[in-house]
């Protein structure tokens, strides 16, 4: 099953951003409170039962409280977030194993550096997971340019 698809002059759809995406979180006040004091993400709650997240871009993530009813996430559905060095990472990491009760934050994984980043992932307290990560200058604007790696879905179907 191949991704990819043959480029077109023009979109079906015609959007123009990026603009937001959803997650579930428990409680709004305590979730706000790791994103705020810890992820130094900007919130602002725009309705009585959500609000929504960003960090120095226009596209946000709207977090819905929905109680108990969060549904347990896997660790490839994550959220990323950029720090400017590896030190940083390093310093986050041992951050959050300093602060793990005071935000809820329920699994950290190792640092490791893999697929163009060194990062470490950790889950919250409404089981989203985050990847505090480092890399290069514009890496995600270079993937985008660079384009498709050739053969990649072949890489999907063999499990790699």
Request: proline share 2%; hydrophobic share 40%.
């Amino acid at each position: 099953m191949a991704i990819q698809t043959e480029k077109t002059a023009e979109a079906l759809v015609k959007t123009t951003l990026f603009s937001h995406g959803t997650m579930d979180v428990r409680d709004l006040a305590a979730s706000r409170r790791f994103y705020e004091e810890f992820l130094g993400l900007e919130c602002v709650q725009h309705h009585p039962f959500a609000m929504m997240v960003r960090k120095k871009q226009y596209f946000s993530v709207v977090a819905i409280q929905v109680g108990d009813k969060v549904k347990e996430l896997h660790v490839l559905h994550h959220w990323g977030v950029d720090v400017p060095s590896r030190e940083e990472v390093d310093r986050a990491h041992g951050l959050a194993e300093q602060y793990k009760e005071r935000y809820g934050i329920k699994k950290i994984m190792p640092v490791t550096d893999q697929h163009g980043a060194y990062s470490f992932y950790m889950e919250d307290r409404d089981s989203n997971w985050w990847e505090i990560q480092y890399v290069e200058d514009r890496f995600h604007d270079t993937m985008f340019e660079r384009g498709d790696i050739p053969g990649a879905s072949s890489l999907i179907r063999a499990g790699a």
